[in-house]
């Protein structure tokens, strides 16, 4: 439960220090006195938006602290401990807001994202406002309402998942049908531009040694008479060759080295390009012996390479890159030719997420339909209990279309007098009955949630007299299994509080401070006097408080 809130800075609070005990806390004030203003303080540490106009004019930042213990809170313990972030039986959220709008969010000292925050703030405390009675008149607050509590929670996610996965795999089968045309067409043509490229059947670096073969036979005439000459140049001139020069260089040196052996080295090059020379020309004899004017292969190559590339450029690729254009062809016709079983493939997908899908959805709408006869019956013991006797609500959970939500639609039928039908709360429900019957789904609902805080904000708006005080009753009643703070004008509400927490606002002329404390008994008579009117507070007013004030304490 929720053991110390300190606010610092925030709106219109300078610094304040609260304690909260077990119990139902009230909390009262006169009007723009700044009741909301704990509310909000609370919610900033559970993780809501922040906005720079929280921090306390000529001030750097607000911030806010909430203590928790968490010793018989296994969920929230288990959540800590999940994350490292445990610290044995407390649980600090801390806050701060700078005058610049930058938040940042802290548990236990460890810096958090506020999706964090959020929920581990939801396993801690619950507020319930003011203004949920008007969300009553949404249909998709009934299912919400009904989902929370049938505690289906978890089932309602798997649903929405499940919804998502069919409607994705039914988009994809959808295109894929829309195109099977267009594959049809495109796997004629591609069929087409394959057979072409089979019939050429151009291999891997043909193109190449065509181009090279093309070059050698084009060009044969010049270089047979080129090479002859290279030969007698070398070596088969009559005279003057290079073999015959070298030659007698090898002659001159050999004499020379008779004198001196220095000349070695000089006449093993020599005699080196001698023998390289003679290579040579045995390597340009056997080329000669292989290279012969070929008119007839000539052309063959010449005609397979016009075609090579007659087809790169049909199919606007380079020469060069007609093997691997080839090969891609060939794979999507293979692709498209098993088109049929993608497809196949596709719809078993889909048919899967529906099933999936239409299974989780059952199992959600069987749970919802078991607690929505529970929920009726509950609902129409607490109208009783705040005075509307005649009155009939029922839960009801229709089948409807599939949809994120599942298969239901579920509304609140309401019916305020006997012998009228039942028909949609938002089109009969008049403000003071939606108040009490808010009132009654949240108490019933506060009942049903495992936080050990509940935060009510003016949930009794609307009620007075005989049904403030069973409002009263339900709270302290709740106050007995958790710790419950209410924010109430209603003097019946805040008589039957364990505790009774003042909020007043300290003027002075350039500044406005908010201010709460704790009412001693005698105090809280004069405040409980205060909250049931008058211009002047009279001694009969006070005995009236006062005997109201006993009688809330005497409420079990």
Same mark, same amino acid.
């Given at each position: 439960?929720l053991? @110390?809130?300190?606010?610092?800075?925030?709106?219109?609070?300078?610094?304040?220090?609260?304690?909260?005990?077990? %119990?139902?806390t009230v909390?009262? %004030?006169?009007?723009?006195a700044?009741?909301s203003?704990l509310?909000d303080a609370?919610?900033?540490?559970l993780g809501?938006?922040a906005?720079?106009?929280?921090?306390?004019?000529? /001030?750097?930042?607000?911030?806010?602290?909430?203590?928790?213990?968490?010793?018989d809170?296994?969920?929230?313990?288990?959540?800590?401990?999940?994350?490292?972030?445990? !610290?044995g039986?407390? /649980?600090?959220?801390?806050?701060t807001?700078?005058?610049?709008?930058?938040?940042?969010?802290?548990?236990?000292?460890?810096?958090?994202? #506020?999706?964090d925050?959020?929920?581990l703030?939801?396993?801690l405390?619950?507020? @319930?406002?003011?203004?949920?009675h008007?969300a009553l008149l949404?249909?998709?607050?009934?299912?919400?309402?009904?989902?929370?509590?049938?505690?289906?929670?978890?089932?309602?996610?798997?649903?929405?998942?499940a919804w998502?996965?069919?409607?994705?795999?039914?988009?994809?089968?959808?295109?894929?049908?829309?195109?099977?045309?267009?594959?049809?067409e495109?796997?004629?043509?591609?069929r087409?531009?394959?057979?072409?490229?089979?019939?050429?059947?151009?291999?891997?670096?043909?193109?190449?040694?065509?181009d090279?073969?093309?070059?050698?036979?084009g060009h044969a005439? +010049?270089?047979?008479?080129?090479?002859?000459?290279?030969?007698a140049?070398?070596?088969?001139?009559? =005279?003057?060759? /290079?073999?015959?020069?070298?030659?007698?260089?090898?002659?001159?040196?050999?004499e020379?080295?008779?004198?001196?052996?220095?000349?070695?080295?000089?006449?093993?090059?020599v005699?080196?390009?001698?023998?390289?020379?003679?290579? +040579?020309?045995?390597?340009?004899?056997h080329? #000669?012996d292989? #290279?012969d004017l070929?008119p007839?292969?000539l052309?063959q190559?010449?005609?397979?390479?016009?075609?090579?590339?007659?087809?790169?450029?049909k199919?606007r690729?380079?020469?060069?890159e007609l093997?691997?254009?080839h090969?891609?062809?060939?794979?999507?016709v293979?692709?498209?030719?098993?088109?049929?079983?993608?497809?196949?493939?596709l719809a078993?997908?889909?048919?899967?997420?529906?099933?999936?899908?239409?299974?989780t959805?059952r199992k959600?709408?069987?749970?919802?339909?078991t607690?929505?006869a529970t929920?009726?019956?509950q609902?129409?013991?607490?109208?009783? +209990?705040?005075?509307?006797?005649?009155?009939?609500?029922?839960t009801?959970?229709e089948d409807d279309?599939?949809?994120?939500?599942?298969?239901?639609?579920?509304?609140?039928?309401?019916?305020?007098?006997?012998?009228?039908?039942?028909?949609?709360?938002?089109?009969?429900?008049?403000?003071?009955?939606?108040?009490r019957?808010?009132?009654?789904i949240q108490?019933?609902?506060?009942?049903?949630?495992t936080?050990?805080?509940?935060?009510?904000d003016?949930?009794?708006?609307?009620?007075?007299?005989?049904?403030?005080?069973i409002? %009263?009753?339900?709270?302290?009643?709740l106050?007995?299994?958790?710790q419950?703070?209410?924010i109430?004008h209603?003097?019946?509400?805040?008589?039957?509080?364990?505790?009774?927490?003042?909020? @007043?606002?300290i003027?002075?002329k !350039?500044?406005?401070?908010?201010?709460i404390?704790p009412l001693?008994?005698? +105090?809280?008579v004069?405040?409980l006097a205060?909250?049931?009117?008058?211009?002047?507070?009279?001694d009969?007013?006070?005995?009236?408080a006062r005997?109201?004030l006993?009688?809330?304490? =005497?409420?079990?």
């Amino acid at each position: 439960m929720l053991t @110390h809130l300190s606010v610092r800075h925030f709106a219109t609070v300078d610094q304040l220090e609260l304690e909260p005990e077990s %119990g139902l806390t009230v909390i009262s %004030g006169e009007t723009g006195a700044g009741k909301s203003v704990l509310i909000d303080a609370l919610s900033l540490t559970l993780g809501e938006r922040a906005d720079s106009a929280v921090v306390r004019p000529g /001030c750097e930042r607000a911030e806010v602290l909430a203590s928790f213990t968490v010793a018989d809170h296994a969920q929230a313990r288990a959540w800590l401990e999940e994350r490292e972030l445990d !610290n044995g039986d407390d /649980c600090l959220l801390r806050r701060t807001v700078r005058a610049d709008g930058r938040s940042r969010a802290y548990i236990n000292g460890t810096p958090a994202p #506020l999706a964090d925050v959020r929920q581990l703030g939801e396993l801690l405390i619950s507020i @319930h406002s003011q203004h949920e009675h008007q969300a009553l008149l949404r249909r998709d607050t009934h299912r919400q309402l009904l989902d929370n509590f049938a505690g289906t929670g978890d089932l309602a996610a798997s649903v929405r998942n499940a919804w998502r996965q069919w409607q994705q795999a039914r988009q994809v089968h959808d295109q894929a049908l829309t195109g099977a045309r267009e594959q049809s067409e495109r796997q004629e043509l591609l069929r087409f531009q394959l057979d072409e490229l089979d019939a050429l059947a151009l291999a891997e670096g043909e193109l190449a040694e065509l181009d090279q073969e093309q070059q050698r036979l084009g060009h044969a005439d +010049a270089l047979i008479r080129l090479c002859q000459q290279s030969v007698a140049a070398l070596y088969d001139g009559e =005279e003057g060759t /290079c073999n015959d020069q070298l030659g007698q260089i090898r002659h001159w040196l050999e004499e020379a080295r008779d004198h001196d052996n220095a000349l070695s080295e000089a006449l093993d090059t020599v005699e080196s390009a001698r023998l390289q020379v003679e290579a +040579a020309a045995e390597s340009l004899r056997h080329y #000669l012996d292989r #290279l012969d004017l070929d008119p007839e292969r000539l052309a063959q190559v010449e005609e397979r390479l016009g075609q090579a590339y007659s087809l790169a450029r049909k199919h606007r690729v380079r020469p060069e890159e007609l093997v691997e254009h080839h090969q891609q062809l060939a794979r999507e016709v293979d692709t498209l030719e098993h088109f049929d079983e993608h497809l196949e493939t596709l719809a078993k997908a889909e048919e899967d997420a529906r099933e999936h899908y239409m299974s989780t959805a059952r199992k959600l709408s069987k749970a919802r339909k078991t607690a929505a006869a529970t929920l009726t019956r509950q609902i129409a013991t607490q109208l009783k +209990a705040l005075g509307m006797k005649a009155a009939r609500l029922e839960t009801v959970v229709e089948d409807d279309s599939p949809g994120a939500e599942g298969l239901d639609l579920v509304e609140f039928r309401f019916s305020a007098n006997p012998g009228q039908p039942l028909r949609p709360l938002a089109k009969v429900a008049s403000g003071g009955e939606l108040s009490r019957v808010s009132l009654a789904i949240q108490v019933i609902c506060a009942r049903n949630l495992t936080v050990p805080s509940l935060v009510f904000d003016e949930v009794d708006v609307g009620v007075g007299g005989g049904v403030a005080e069973i409002v %009263g009753r339900l709270l302290r009643e709740l106050g007995e299994h958790a710790q419950v703070l209410c924010i109430t004008h209603q003097a019946q509400v805040a008589s039957q509080g364990h505790q009774h927490w003042q909020v @007043h606002k300290i003027q002075s002329k !350039n500044t406005t401070r908010t201010r709460i404390q704790p009412l001693a008994p005698d +105090a809280r008579v004069e405040e409980l006097a205060r909250m049931l009117g008058g211009v002047e507070i009279t001694d009969s007013t006070l005995a009236h408080a006062r005997e109201m004030l006993e009688k809330g304490q =005497e409420v079990a």
